[in-house]
C-alpha cells in the first residue's frame, strides 16, 4: 500500500463525511480519484490563501433570527432585470428611451412583469427578484444609479404600478424580492450638493487595493459616491427606508448588492432593524467573493442566505471547453463552511456575468443544458436570470442584459428542458451524495420526497464509458436520450454521449 494511496483514501473518508446544516452533502468518493491533485500529489485547497481572507470573529448572538423566514431550498427565485423585460405600454415611455442602445433605457417597464406573470409561473418560479425600481439618475436604467430612495423610477411606472405587481405576484403565490442599495448614490446624486448631507459620504478615494479590507468599505466603487454607514444619520435613513418599502408595498424580501463594500456592524443593526419588525423577511447578500468562509462571515451579521459566487466559480469552471470537474467537487466541500447553505443562491449567470451560453464559443446549449441540471438537483435555491431559460445570448454587461427575446419563446427547445428540470427538483431534490467523478465527469444522486435520482453528466466532448460502484438498480429514465446502464453485482457501466446527460430514478 504506496503513501499516495494512502493519502487519496484519506482524502476521500474526509469528504465522505460531510455532513450540513439545512441538507446534506455527502460526496462518496472512489479512492482511485483525488479531489484536488498536482502532479499526483494530493492536496486540499486552502482557502485561507484567497482573496478577501481575514481572521474569523465569532460575532455576539444576533438579537433575530437569520432561518430564511417564508423561504426554504424549495424556493426558486426568477431574476428580472425591469428594464429589460417586458414594455407593456410603449406610448408611454419618456423621451430619452432609446431601444436600440444598451447603455439606455429600453422601455421595460413593471406593469410588463405584472402581465408576464403567468409565464413566470410556469417556469416554476415562487419568487422574483426585481433589479432596483427607485429613482435614477441619466441612465440608470440598470436601478442601481439611485437619486431618490423613496420613489419609483418614472420610466419603470408609479408606485401603484409596483403595489399592482406585488399583489398580483401574490394572487400567483409568488413572492417579491427587491434590490436595495445601502452602498452609494448615483453619480450626480442631489444628495452630494446637500450640505446637510456632507458628512454622510467618505472621501472620494477610488478602489485601487481588492486586498484592504478598509478601501473596499469605503472606497468608491467605480467612481459611485460611497455613503459612510458608520454615520448614524445614514443608518438611521436605511433602516427606516427600508421598513418603508416593505410596509408600502408588502414585498417579501431584499436582495442586498454590494454587501461587502459595507461594514458588517451596519448589517448587522439594518437585519436587526428589518427582523424586529418583519420577522419572516427575507434577506439574500451579494458578497461577490469565491471564499466561502469570508461569504459566511454576512450570514453570521444577520443575512439569511448569499449568492454563492463560491459554487458559481466550480460550476463555470466544470461545464465548459476546458473542463475540470474537481474545481466543482472543491467547491461543493467548501459548502461546509456554511451554517445554511441552502438558503443561499445557486446561479450560472447574472447581470453583472457573461451569459453562460455565450461562455464557450462551441457547444454553448450542451454546457448550459449541464450547469442547469446541476443547479436544479443541488439543495439550495436556484436564481434564474431572465432568458437563460430559452438560451439567451449575451457577452459581458451591457451585452447580457439584452431586451429579453420574447420571440424566442415559442417552441424553445431550452425552455421545454428547464421545465423538465422544475418537475425532477420538486420530486427528487433533497439530500445530494457525490458517487463517483473525474476531470471530465460526475456522478451524484439526488434524494427528495418521491424518492432517488442519480445523476450521471460527461462534460467531454467524445464519448466516453463511465464505470461507478452503486449498489442500487435502476426503475426508469427520467430524461429524454438517457442510456440504458449496465448494472452487475453493483457496478453500473455507462456508455455516455458526448456532452450527454443521463439521469435515472433509483430503487431504493
Not at 455613503?227 to 424580501?253: M, R
Not at 456532452?499 to 433509483?506: M, R
Request: proline share 5%; charged share 25%.
Amino acid at each position: 500500500m504506496t503513501k499516495e494511496w494512502n493519502m487519496k483514501k484519506l482524502i476521500a473518508i474526509a469528504l465522505s463525511s460531510l455532513i450540513l446544516v439545512g441538507c446534506t452533502i455527502q460526496p462518496v468518493v472512489n479512492p482511485e480519484f483525488d479531489p484536488i491533485s498536482d502532479n499526483g500529489k494530493a492536496t486540499l485547497q486552502d482557502e485561507s490563501k484567497e482573496d478577501d481572507s481575514e481572521s474569523v470573529q465569532i460575532p455576539e448572538q444576533l438579537p433575530v433570527d437569520n432561518d430564511g423566514g417564508i423561504f426554504s431550498k424549495n424556493d426558486i427565485i426568477y431574476f428580472v432585470m425591469t428594464d429589460r423585460f417586458y414594455d407593456a405600454s410603449a406610448s408611454s415611455n419618456l423621451e430619452d428611451t432609446d431601444p436600440t442602445s444598451p447603455t439606455k433605457f429600453q422601455g421595460g417597464d413593471l406593469q410588463g412583469i405584472t402581465e408576464k406573470l403567468d409565464y413566470i409561473a410556469s417556469l416554476g418560479a415562487t419568487a422574483i427578484w426585481l433589479t432596483p425600481v427607485m429613482t435614477n439618475g441619466q441612465d440608470g436604467y440598470h436601478g442601481y444609479w439611485i437619486h431618490d430612495f423613496y420613489s419609483v423610477d418614472p420610466h419603470l411606472g408609479s408606485m401603484d404600478d409596483f403595489k399592482r405587481l406585488v399583489d398580483e405576484a401574490h394572487n400567483r403565490d409568488i413572492k417579491v424580492i427587491l434590490d436595495y442599495i445601502v452602498n452609494h448614490t448615483g453619480y450626480d446624486s442631489p444628495w452630494i450638493n446637500d450640505p446637510q448631507k456632507a458628512s454622510w459620504f467618505h472621501e472620494h478615494k477610488d478602489i485601487t487595493n481588492w486586498s484592504d479590507p478598509v478601501l473596499i468599505e469605503n472606497g468608491w466603487l467605480a467612481g459611485l459616491p460611497d455613503l459612510d454607514q458608520s454615520n448614524p444619520e445614514v443608518e438611521s435613513y436605511f433602516i427606516e427606508n427600508a421598513k418603508w418599502w416593505i410596509s408600502e408595498t408588502g414585498i417579501d424580501g431584499f436582495r442586498l448588492d454590494t454587501v461587502r463594500h459595507v461594514p458588517k456592524d451596519f448589517w448587522r443593526a439594518f437585519s436587526a432593524g428589518i427582523k424586529e419588525d418583519y420577522p419572516d423577511f427575507f434577506l439574500l447578500g451579494e458578497v461577490w467573493s469565491d471564499n466561502a468562509r469570508y461569504i459566511e462571515l454576512y450570514h453570521k451579521e444577520g443575512i439569511d442566505g448569499n449568492t454563492n459566487y463560491s459554487l458559481y466559480a466550480g460550476i463555470t469552471a466544470a461545464f465548459s471547453p476546458l473542463s475540470d470537474v474537481r474545481t466543482l467537487i472543491n467547491a461543493i466541500q467548501k459548502d461546509t463552511n456554511f451554517e445554511r447553505p441552502d438558503l443561499n443562491g445557486i446561479f450560472i449567470d447574472n447581470h453583472d456575468n457573461p451569459r453562460f451560453v455565450s461562455v464557450s464559443k462551441e457547444n454553448g446549449e450542451a454546457y448550459l443544458k449541464q450547469a442547469m441540471t446541476l443547479m436544479y438537483s443541488y439543495p439550495a435555491i436556484p436564481v434564474l436570470y431572465y432568458g437563460t431559460e430559452i438560451a439567451m445570448e449575451g457577452g459581458a454587461d451591457p451585452d447580457n442584459r439584452r431586451m429579453m427575446a420574447w420571440d424566442e419563446v415559442e417552441g424553445s427547445q431550452m425552455l421545454a428542458f428547464t421545465k423538465q428540470l422544475v418537475e425532477l427538483r420538486s420530486k427528487y431534490m433533497g439530500e445530494l451524495t457525490v458517487i463517483d467523478y473525474d476531470v471530465k465527469h460526475l456522478v451524484y444522486t439526488s434524494k427528495g420526497p418521491d424518492g432517488t435520482m442519480l445523476v450521471v453528466l460527461n462534460t467531454e466532448k467524445k464519448e466516453k464509458t463511465i464505470t461507478f460502484d452503486y449498489d442500487h438498480n435502476t426503475s426508469q429514465a427520467l430524461l429524454q436520450d438517457t442510456p440504458a446502464a449496465i448494472i452487475s453485482s453493483g457496478t453500473w457501466q455507462i456508455q455516455m454521449p458526448e456532452l450527454g446527460i443521463a439521469v435515472y430514478k433509483v430503487e431504493d
